[in-house]
């Protein structure tokens, strides 16, 4: 993930960097406490990594989906699409052009929300996992000062985890739904071998 991540926006970069920084507040401190103490909270590390990688994938994902689309493009589809339909003329020798261009577009306005969908669905789970990376990192801290049980602490990293592992099935569903040519839409691509 390092060389992806090295191609991030610097709109998801700063977090990524940030929820760095937390994962190794988190061993660092973890690390620091007395071995009883330690293997009270043993699985918290391994949790902590497991949303900051989620934050790494999903940081180059919405990248590159920010990338693929932009508001503009779902502004000159609607005008067009409002165009040709305005102009619609069955008489017209030029209608089967326009019909089939509006079939172009709707088609194209479909993938356009698909597309939007899935950048606000990441974008809500990569929020998700920062937060709840913030979060650990704050409970650990309290924890060694005294302000917080083993206990809160084991639940919010079984919370993380779960977060995390929610987000490992969305990726997975996605990648799946890729390989057969299926997008988000529900459009089926055809592939030409």
């Known amino acids: ?32 406490l ?15 990594d497991a949303p900051y990688r989620r934050i790494e994938l999903l940081a180059v994902d919405l990248t590159e989906l920010d990338r693929a689309f932009s508001a503009d493009d779902g502004d000159n589809v ?29 088609k194209k306005r479909l993938s356009l929300r698909g597309l939007r969908e899935k950048r606000e669905k990441n974008a809500a789970r990569f929020e998700n996992c920062v937060l709840a990376l913030e979060n650990m ?31 490992d099935n969305a990726v997975y569903v996605a990648e799946e739904m890729r390989k057969l040519g299926i997008r988000d839409s529900g459009v089926v691509n055809r592939r030409t071998s």
């Open 1 to 32: 993930p390092a060389a992806s991540v090295a191609r991030v926006s610097p709109e998801y970069l700063a977090k990524v960097r940030d929820a760095s920084r937390h994962r190794e507040d988190i061993l660092r401190l973890i690390e620091s």
């Open 34 to 48: 007395p071995q009883r103490e330690r293997e009270q909270v043993e699985e918290v590390p391994a949790t902590a």
């Open 78 to 106: 609607e005008r067009e699409i409002e165009e040709l339909e305005a102009a619609a003329n069955p008489m017209d020798a030029r209608s089967d052009e326009r019909i089939r261009r509006l079939a172009s577009l709707r």
């Open 137 to 167: 990192r704050y409970d650990v801290l309290k924890l060694k000062t005294g302000g917080q049980s083993f206990q809160q602490v084991t639940q919010l990293a079984e919370r993380a985890m779960s977060l995390a592992q929610e987000v």
